[in-house]
């Protein structure tokens, strides 16, 4: 069984920064792609970065390009989203995910392994 576990959200004042953890269980599991998604209240879940594997390879929102940035170890099987500059409109639930197979791509439905979200709220 593969569970993505997140950590590191909070309460934040705006221009302030934050790190996102989030570490895999499951001996075996390797994935191919790790993303990150953020869902605001009232909205859909959106696309926030991903990052391949070997880490060669890195995509992001264009809303949040030159402030965050994606990175994995994985040696710890642990995939991390770093922060700065947080704006107001960055508040919502912050959900890790993970492929097994595939390559990397923005499409929620193609990733196979979710985390529970973490809550990130920048204050004005």
């Known amino acids: 069984q593969v569970l993505l576990v997140e950590s590191g959200g909070g309460l934040v004042q705006a221009g302030g920064s934050l790190r996102l953890s989030c570490a895999a269980s499951?001996?075996?599991?390797?994935?191919?792609?790790w993303g990150w998604f953020r869902q605001a209240p009232g909205k859909e879940r959106e696309f926030v970065a991903a990052?391949?594997?070997?880490?060669?390879?890195?995509d992001y929102a264009d809303s949040v390009k030159g402030r965050f940035t994606i990175s994995r170890d994985n040696t710890k099987k642990t995939v991390y989203l770093h922060m700065n500059s947080l704006k107001p409109e960055d508040t919502g639930t912050y959900y890790c995910?993970?492929?097994?197979?595939?390559?990397?791509?923005?499409?929620?439905?193609?990733?196979?392994?979710w985390g529970q979200g973490t809550q990130v709220t920048v204050s004005s």
């Open positions: 995910a993970a492929r097994s197979f595939g390559t990397m791509n923005s499409n929620a439905s193609d990733y196979n392994y």
């Open positions: 499951g001996r075996f599991f390797i994935p191919t792609v």
């Open positions: 990052i391949i594997w070997t880490g060669s390879t890195t």
